[in-house]
């Protein structure tokens, strides 16, 4: 179109200047040395323009290879775009097989070969073609080796996609050690320690996260808790006194109160022999800061230095006379401690607060050794009814241990208006 406008153009401007030389030719002479040359000024137009459209036409002809590989790289690059757009739609619809094919067919010649490579290898992952997937993503890093990152990543969600935690280990650890600040490097790696359960990495890992604030705050916050409560766990599973040591010494200031991780500890500890330790432990953690969950903890721990865990809990009372689960732990150290008296006393208090099944149970033993069976009955059933729709406070006690306790008289006043102590520590019936 454009030559065709060139060339109405240039018989326009020939037909112009006919008709102004048509009334007058004009004459021209050109003459060197013996030469003459005479013409009309028509003529001489004509002949000039004759050359330098010659000159044009012959200087067209020397470009025209040139000319002809630029069309076809152009048209091989417009045909590789419409390729890889139509392979892209394929990949989202779900067609694997025909998205690989066409994207590899116009790779080479793509100007986007790097994208290209890594879509026909997400296309293979897909199939289950490992092998062609790992081809696609070496000849992506060959087409942009500076994109060493964007390759390795994308190798790394194929395998953990697929599995294969070990070499994509393997593919991140090499990319933070070419880029070590890499958020997102840095992130797949705490993705993949997790599947992995290698928590003492990840644990090592934090700083880094922290830093480079890779996740948020709260987030953070609980990737920390669950680190060092699988540590404990892993610890406690193997009976190791020395590696649970050593994790606990590793908790942060902010976890040491942590309930969860507390009841992990005290129970291993007393599990290894050490009773006192476990006490310390959770007196300390219960003076900071009142948990009935760690107080019922108190209670189960067997051995020890009972009465000075008696003490200690009696001593609780002023502030807490009307927590059921305090009342239930000091049942038991009075049980423990073979003051019959008291403990049934503590024991109904508890269970006038707050009933739970397993009051109720350790009531009734209590009552059915002291010769009151019928009493000791009355308490059983009592339990029974409350099995529908009400946990115990055994292995799932954290369900309960929740649950604020209506206002009744003080524990400590039921324990007074009992007989003397030698009623007390009277020796069960059948112990």
């Known amino acids: 179109m454009r030559y065709l406008v060139y060339a109405m153009i240039a018989l326009l401007v020939a037909v112009g200047v006919a008709l102004l030389t048509l009334p007058d030719p004009g004459y021209v002479l050109i003459g060197y040395g013996d030469w003459s040359l005479e013409t009309t000024l028509l003529v001489l137009l004509a002949v000039l323009a004759g050359l330098y459209l010659a000159v044009r036409f012959l200087a067209g002809l020397r470009r025209l290879p040139g000319r002809l590989l630029h069309w076809r790289r152009l048209r091989r690059e417009r045909r590789a775009r419409a390729a890889l757009n139509r392979g892209l739609i394929e990949l989202a619809e779900g067609q694997w097989a025909t998205a690989e094919k066409r994207l590899v067919r116009h790779a080479a010649t793509s100007d986007n070969a790097l994208i290209t490579y890594l879509a026909a290898a997400r296309a293979a992952q897909q199939q289950g073609a490992h092998d062609r997937r790992d081809h696609y993503l070496r000849l992506a890093h060959g087409s942009m080796p500076e994109a060493d990152v964007a390759v390795g990543l994308s190798q790394a969600e194929l395998q953990m996609a697929h599995g294969q935690l070990e070499q994509a280990l393997a593919t991140l650890r090499h990319l933070r050690q070419i880029a070590p600040r890499h958020a997102y490097v840095l992130k797949m790696l705490m993705k993949l320690y997790q599947r992995l359960q290698d928590w003492q990495s990840l644990r090592d890992l934090l700083p880094e996260l922290r830093r480079r604030k890779v996740v948020g705050e709260e987030e953070l916050k609980r990737l920390n808790l669950e680190i060092h409560r699988a540590l404990l766990e892993l610890a406690a599973r193997r009976g190791d006194l020395e590696a649970l040591r050593e994790a606990w010494g590793w908790l942060p200031r902010a976890l040491a109160q942590d309930e969860s991780l507390l ?154 208006a009992e007989p003397a102590s030698e009623a007390w520590e009277e020796k069960p019936t059948g112990s």
Request: a neutral charge.
């Open 263 to 416: 009841v992990i500890q005290a129970t291993q500890l007393q599990h290894h022999g050490l009773v006192d330790e476990a006490q310390e432990l959770l007196r300390a953690a219960i003076r900071r800061h009142w948990s009935q969950r760690l107080v019922y903890l108190f209670g189960q721990l067997e051995g020890g230095d009972v009465g000075r865990r008696l003490d200690e809990a009696e001593a609780w009372l002023r502030d807490h006379d009307k927590d059921p689960v305090l009342l239930l732990t000091l049942g038991r150290l009075c049980l423990a401690s073979r003051l019959w008296g008291k403990a049934r006393a503590y024991l109904e208090a508890s269970v006038q607060l707050a009933p739970t099944v397993e009051t109720c149970q350790v009531l009734g033993n209590l009552l059915e050794q002291l010769g009151e069976s019928d009493k000791a009955m009355a308490c059983y059933r009592q339990g029974m009814g409350l099995v529908v729709g009400v946990p115990t406070l055994g292995k799932r006690g954290s369900d309960v241990l929740g649950r604020a306790a209506p206002t009744l008289p003080m524990a400590h006043a039921a324990v007074e």
